[in-house]
């Protein structure tokens, strides 16, 4: 019983740390550019784990590492770059919306590649919840017509990324703990990221005199902190004491909050908009699945 309430304290607390992400992200985008915001986050980020768990790093298998890096690559560096690249077109809400599609990805692919499971309540939870997402999107899409909607490519790319990199932790990674995954993580991918923020110009008169650089900064530093290290851990260790699907269903949640964030930043949001996210959270809750005795 405490384990199922945990479970849902993590999605909350998740829910809430990465539905803040995309507001951040368009912030940040004001002093910085796509590249030099998604190489940032992943060192300031890398540097953070580095200080937690570093001593962690010894204790992975050699036969870990292959998994732990592509869970590197495709859960952090790659996604990082791919959503600022995203918002520098679209609304900061309508790109948490897309992202929701991470949970049906993960058990297409759970499925397909990783022959995971999954129950017929958490089909029908991510079918309901897709429904409600669809008809965010839709909605989004009346209400801002100018966007460019071809960059939502970058953004379906990430939940497929995503989506491989839950199933590769639950499968492949569940007796390694939540820190230590995260903090290796981040081991593979930080120099690649140094050698990109060398490349875009980040170093430059320009890019320190920009007005908005100072706060961007900001932004980009509590990013690192809460939505990419401490969410990064958390997610992990909802990975492990959950499935798969019911963890990325956090990315159904999201949305709410980001909404949230957007109409008080300006953007728009509609009626209709609430009734989906009250869709989306019915989604949630049927994705959930119990645990008879075990739970």
Not at 159 to 176: F, G, P, S
Not at 217 to 244: C, D, E, Q, R, W
């Amino acid at each position: 019983m405490n384990n199922i309430k945990s479970k849902w304290v993590y999605l909350f607390v998740l829910s809430v740390i990465w539905g803040s992400s995309f507001i951040l992200i368009k912030k940040s985008l004001l002093g910085l550019t796509p590249y030099q915001l998604g190489a940032l986050r992943i060192i300031i980020t890398g540097l953070f784990l580095f200080a937690m768990g570093f001593k962690t790093i010894k204790t992975i298998k050699t036969s870990d590492w292959k998994w732990i890096i592509i869970s590197g690559l495709l859960g952090s560096l790659i996604p990082a770059f791919f959503f600022a690249i995203a918002e520098t077109e679209i609304d900061s809400a309508v790109v948490s919306i897309l992202n929701s599609l991470v949970p049906l990805n993960t058990i297409l692919l759970g499925f397909a590649v990783f022959k995971i499971a999954s129950t017929k309540r958490q089909i029908l939870g991510v079918i309901i919840g897709f429904i409600g997402t669809a008809i965010l999107i839709l909605k989004g899409a009346h209400l801002n017509p100018n966007q460019n909607y071809f960059y939502a490519i970058f953004v379906i790319l990430s939940t497929l990324m995503y989506a491989a990199n839950v199933n590769i932790i639950k499968k492949y990674l569940q007796h390694v703990k939540p820190l230590t995954i995260a903090t290796g993580n981040f081991v593979a991918i930080i120099i690649p990221a140094m050698i990109i923020l060398v490349f875009t110009d980040f170093f430059s008169t320009q890019t320190f005199e920009n007005p908005e650089f100072k706060m961007a900064m900001v932004y980009i530093t509590i990013l690192s902190l809460f939505g990419t290290a401490m969410a990064k851990i958390l997610f992990n260790k909802l990975v492990h004491m959950s499935t798969p699907v019911f963890a990325s269903s956090v990315t159904f949640v999201m949305p709410i909050v980001a909404l949230m964030w957007g109409f008080l930043d300006g953007e728009v949001f509609s009626m209709l908009q609430g009734v989906a996210s009250v869709i989306i959270l019915l989604g949630v809750y049927l994705s959930h699945k119990k645990q008879s005795k075990q739970g």
